[in-house]
């Protein structure tokens, strides 16, 4: 289905469902703050909007024309979760210059490029791609989103990040990479994330971080790698985590030595994968100096 609906209509509603193609305003129809379509199609309204939060949920979108979207310049969150959309057409968010968040989880989606959120001003706060199908993260993806703060990309095909795919997110706090394919974390592939707090990196096929793979998280308080092949671990690639206090590393295949230099971490959550029997233990380290 390709999503034509938001031209020509003149209820305001400030909440408005359709349920079984009914449709149903919740309160006064004089202030449009807020729209939910479940099922059905509707007719959105297309200028002088005060439209703030849109969700487009469930609806077996495949396409979405450029310029849909032109006239809704108070909407700030935006729902396209659980659609068929395989694609951004150049020009799909036109308009939207006010928009922080924007859900694309459980969608098509095996490509996408820098142009494809070049409309949004450097606003948007969170972006949501779970449950897709991308397969690389090319460099300068995400190079316009300046003020990015939650970027998730949980339960995808990833298997390669590209040197400066997070260039300009120095304003991300949470990035979600778990449930991917990724064999190989390199050198350098995080530097410009110096506000980062959150890397979730569990459920990869990890078994190779490079030296100074982390060395610009100097913000990062928990990183979680849970469930990898990772067998080695360089000495030093914790080292210039200074508030790292989380560190989960169980259900990979590491020595009882490893790993080294986490003098600063409060709890390390690490299983030792034996030959004959796997055993776990949580270790509480103490965060005084000596």
Known sequence: MTLNVLKNISMMTSLLFILNGSLTPSSDATQSTQFIIREGTLRLPRKDSRL????????????????????????????????????????????????????MDNNRLSEISCSDFSDFHGLLKGLYLNNN???????????????????TLNNNEISYIETNAFSGLQSLEKL???NNKLTILTSGIFSDLI????????????????????????????LNLEHNKLAILDRGLFCRLERL??????????NPS??????????????????????????QLSTQTT
């Open 52 to 103: 703030q939060r849109l969700y487009l949920n469930n609806k077996r979108i495949s396409t979405i024309e450029a310029g849909e979207f032109s006239g809704f310049q108070s909407l700030e969150t935006l729902y396209l979760s659980n659609n068929e959309l395989s694609e951004i057409e150049v020009g799909t968010f036109a308009g939207l210059v006010s928009l922080e968040w924007l859900n």
């Open 133 to 151: 199908r991308l397969t690389i993260l090319r460099g300068n993806y995400f190079c316009n989103l300046t003020s990015l703060k939650d970027l």
């Open 176 to 178: 979600y990479l778990s």
């Open 195 to 222: 506000s980062l707090k959150y890397l979730l990196l569990q459920r990869n096929v990890l078994s190779q971080i490079e030296p100074g793979a982390f060395s610009s998280l100097q913000s990062l308080t928990l």
């Open 245 to 254: 206090t989380f560190l989960q590393l169980a259900g990979n295949n590491l």
């Open 258 to 283: 490893q790993p080294t230099n986490l003098d600063a971490i409060r709890e390390l959550c690490l299983t030792i994968m034996q030959t004959t029997q796997p055993s776990t233990r949580t270790t």
